[in-house]
């Protein structure tokens, strides 16, 4: 499944590239995602734990940086992991590319996620909801984590203010049903408008 998206951080791109070198402020940026070990290489493992609903999955796995182009400002993340209850896998090429917008930085994301097991009962369409919720609170933390790096703290004092953020079920999955019903209405009750006369 191909999940496209992008967002925007009021930061220069050469800023924002520099933060995304180091990966485990990247991954405290995602709630849920947690690097339990640096093995060298461009090579981490870690854990992303999610709830959908009634279902609590925690993913055990690695993830490995392919490519990061500095030129092109392109970094490319392969990740691999099995839920920890044997429930199901998941595989997922993360592609992210950094270009100036305004006196910012657009971030525009590709995703090729691949489900098995629990997760994968779950349409497309929740899946996609889900990924664009967790890819807004991603570019709020970003944005946050490095203006307060700006000014002086450090990532330590950062983390013991904010904590580990976890992605939970209730919030989540009501942000993404409302999201399915926006859709619905738009498709249904939107077209059938009266004319402005």
Not at 65 to 82: F, L, Q, S, W, Y
Not at 110 to 133: E, F, H, K, P, W
Request: aromatic share 6%; charged share 25%.
């Amino acid at each position: 499944m191909i999940i496209t998206s992008d967002f925007e951080v009021a930061q220069p791109v050469d800023k924002v590239w520099r933060f995304f070198d180091d990966i485990p402020q990247v991954a405290s940026c995602l709630p849920g995602a947690e690097l339990t070990k640096d093995l060298g290489d461009d090579k981490y493992e870690g854990k992303v734990a999610i709830r959908m609903g009634p279902v609590r999955l925690q993913f055990n796995g690695t993830a490995d940086i392919t490519e990061r182009d500095e030129a092109a400002k392109r970094i490319m993340v392969h990740a691999v992991g099995a839920d920890e209850r044997g429930r199901g896998q998941a595989a997922m090429v993360v592609g992210a590319t950094l270009s100036p917008k305004g006196r910012g930085t657009k971030v525009a994301v590709t995703q090729d996620l691949q489900l098995s097991g629990a997760a994968a009962q779950y349409g497309r369409g929740m899946i996609s909801d889900v990924s664009a919720i967790l890819m807004r609170d991603f570019s709020a933390s970003m944005q946050d984590r490095i203006e307060r790096l700006d000014r002086g703290e450090s990532a330590e004092q950062i983390a013991a203010a904010g904590g580990q953020r976890s992605a939970q079920g209730f919030t989540i999955a009501m942000r993404a049903a409302r999201m399915a019903l926006a859709r619905v209405f738009r498709r249904f009750f939107l077209p059938y408008q009266p004319a402005a006369s």
